[in-house]
C-alpha cells in the first residue's frame, strides 16, 4: 500500500511569509507524529496526534508554530511569520497504534523548508 | 528526559569490510525500545535493526547486527561486508515502552552518523 507523503517536497519563502506543511498518513493509522531536522542535528520530536487529538503542544518550537489533524488523517503543520531559524527538514511519521513494539513508525520523506 | 548520544559525526569503511557505529543512551526507565534508522540522500527515514531493552539477546537482521549493553546504557551497530548502497546517515533512537498521553510513543534520536563507504 502507500506510505506516508508529504507535500511540498521543498519550499522556499521569504522571511515573514506563513507556509503549511502536509502530511499524509498510512490509512487507518491512528497515531501521527511531527518532527523537525535541522541541519546537522537529529529529529527533535515537535507533535502528536492520537486521532485528531494532540494532548500536548509544548513540543512546538514557539507560537507561530500550529498544527492540526482533520478526520484522522491528513495533518498540517503551519508556520506563520517565518524566520531563517525555521529552515529545516520537518519530518511526518505515522503508526497503527501508539505503543508496542510491533507497531514501527514509517516516515514520509520530509518537506525541506528554506526562509530566505 | 531521555538522551541519546552518537559520538561520530562521521565514520567510512571500505566496502566489504566490517565498521561499527557507536551510541549510547541515558534513561531512568527499565523497559525501552531502541533502534537503529538509516537516512539516505532521499531523506527516508528507514528501519533498520530494532531491540527490546528486556530481551538479552542481540538482534540481528542480514548483515546488519546489534551490541546492547543494559547497563552500559550503550547501543552499537555494526555493518558486516558493507555496501556501497549502506552510504547514508544513521540514527540511533530511544522510545519508551510505555505510552505517554501527551507524546505517544516519540522517538527521541541521536545527532547521527554519516556513513561513507568506499569502493
Known amino acids: 500500500g502507500a506510505g506516508v507523503s508529504q507535500s511540498p517536497s521543498n519550499k522556499v519563502t521569504e522571511k515573514g511569509k506563513d507556509v503549511e506543511l502536509r502530511c499524509d498518513p498510512i490509512?487507518?493509522?491512528?497515531?501521527l507524529y511531527w518532527y523537525r531536522q535541522s541541519l546537522g542535528q537529529g529529529l527533535e520530536f515537535l507533535i502528536y496526534?492520537?486521532?485528531?487529538?494532540?494532548?500536548?503542544k509544548s513540543g512546538l518550537p514557539s507560537d507561530r508554530f500550529s498544527a492540526e489533524r482533520t478526520g484522522g488523517s491528513v495533518s498540517t503543520l503551519t508556520i506563520q511569520r517565518t524566520q531563517q531559524e525555521d529552515s529545516a527538514v520537518y519530518l511526518c511519521?505515522?503508526?497503527?497504534?501508539?505503543?508496542?513494539?510491533?507497531?514501527?513508525?514509517?516516515f514520509g520523506p520530509g518537506t525541506r523548508l528554506t526562509v530566505t | 528526559a531521555q538522551t541519546v548520544t552518537q559520538s561520530q559525526p562521521e565514520m567510512s569503511v571500505q566496502e566489504a569490510e566490517t565498521v561499527t557505529l557507536s551510541c549510547t543512551y541515558d534513561?531512568?526507565?527499565?523497559?525501552?525500545?531502541l533502534f537503529w534508522y538509516k537516512q539516505p540522500p532521499s531523506r527516508q527515514m528507514i528501519l533498520v535493526i530494532r531491540?527490546?531493552?528486556?530481551?538479552?539477546q542481540n538482534a540481528t537482521e542480514n548483515r546488519f547486527s546489534v551490541n546492547f549493553q543494559k547497563a552500559a546504557k550503550s547501543f552499537s551497530l555494526k555493518i558486516s561486508d558493507s555496501q556501497l548502497g549502506d552510504a547514508a546517515m544513521y540514527f540511533c533512537?530511544?522510545?519508551?515502552?510505555?505510552?505517554?498521553?501527551?507524546?505517544?510513543?516519540?522517538?527521541?534520536f541521536g545527532e547521527g552518523t554519516q556513513l561513507t563507504v568506499n569502493p
Open positions: 534513561t531512568s526507565e527499565s523497559d525501552y525500545y
Open positions: 496526534f492520537q486521532g485528531n487529538s494532540a494532548p500536548d
Open positions: 511519521a505515522s503508526s497503527l497504534r501508539p505503543s508496542g513494539i510491533e507497531y514501527e513508525q514509517y
Open positions: 531491540q527490546e531493552a528486556y530481551k538479552q
Open positions: 533512537a530511544y522510545r519508551s515502552a510505555f505510552e505517554q498521553e501527551t507524546s505517544g510513543s516519540r522517538l527521541t
Open positions: 490509512s487507518g493509522h491512528t497515531a
